[in-house]
């Protein structure tokens, strides 16, 4: 079975720090990967999206991807307090197109 | 990214009543959308896969006689909720993916819905 594991949190950051979220998967032949942002209450929506070994910037956002180790990691710099939310981890593995949630990880970030 | 709107946005039912629930893509023509469920303070679930003009793909332990599900245009899935109970309340939520090889997937505000 096709696994995405996250810790659940909270994690908790001070306003202003870097916060970081990892993501594991189980999948080798896992292809793309997701960071989608979900406040309380609200859908998904996606942050960013990465294919290819290594990091990928936007604005404050770096997703970084280690398909040998099976981990991708979100960093967020200069974390605000509107990023308190839960970070969810989503891995596809190709062919029909459906992607594997992990269960999240809820972020505070601290005022 | 793409545009996913449903509604209604929640909705409150009687316990034995269908209720339905639509999902447009807005800016493209979308031959595959999904449907998730999200219970309180746990993740997304998937429930079943709509496919424009043939029947939905439905996940082990999803009751396909319970959660009708029609894909009758590229621009519009709808999941009815048949017979409702109680423990159906929950957040459902849709989405559609680019159609390109990223397999991006871009999800609809949500339903809340609560069965008395």
């Known amino acids: 079975q096709k696994e995405v594991e996250q810790n659940s949190g909270p994690l908790s950051v001070p306003e202003g720090a870097i916060a970081s979220l990892n993501c594991t998967y189980s999948?080798?032949?896992?292809?793309?990967f997701f960071w989608y942002r979900q406040y309380s209450g609200k859908s998904p929506e996606l942050i960013m999206s990465?294919?290819?070994?290594g990091d990928k910037e936007d604005g404050r956002f770096t997703a970084q991807l280690n398909k040998a180790s099976q981990y991708v990691s979100l960093l967020i710099r200069d974390s605000q307090p509107s990023d308190s939310a839960t970070y969810l981890c989503?891995?596809?593995?190709?062919?029909?197109?459906?992607?594997?949630f992990g269960t999240g990880t809820k972020l505070q970030v601290i005022p | 990214g793409a545009v996913v709107s449903q509604h209604p946005s929640w909705v409150i039912c009687k316990s034995g009543t269908s209720v339905k629930i639509e999902c447009r893509s807005l800016d493209f023509q979308a031959t595959t959308m999904f449907w998730y469920r999200q219970f309180p303070k746990q993740s997304l679930m998937l429930m079943a896969t709509?496919?424009?003009?043939?029947?939905?793909?439905?996940e082990q332990g999803v009751e396909k006689d319970k959660f009708l599900i029609n894909h009758a245009s590229l621009t519009l899935s709808t999941l009815t909720v048949t017979s409702a109970h109680p423990e159906d309340s929950s957040f459902y939520i849709c989405?559609?993916?680019?159609?390109?090889?990223?397999?991006?997937?871009?999800f609809g505000p949500g339903t809340r819905l609560t069965v008395l």
């Open positions: 999948d080798r032949v896992s292809q793309s």
């Open positions: 709509s496919n424009e003009g043939s029947k939905a793909t439905y």
């Open positions: 989503a891995v596809n593995s190709g062919g029909y197109q459906k992607v594997t």
């Open positions: 989405s559609d993916h680019s159609g390109q090889s990223t397999d991006t997937q871009y």
């Open positions: 990465i294919y290819s070994n």
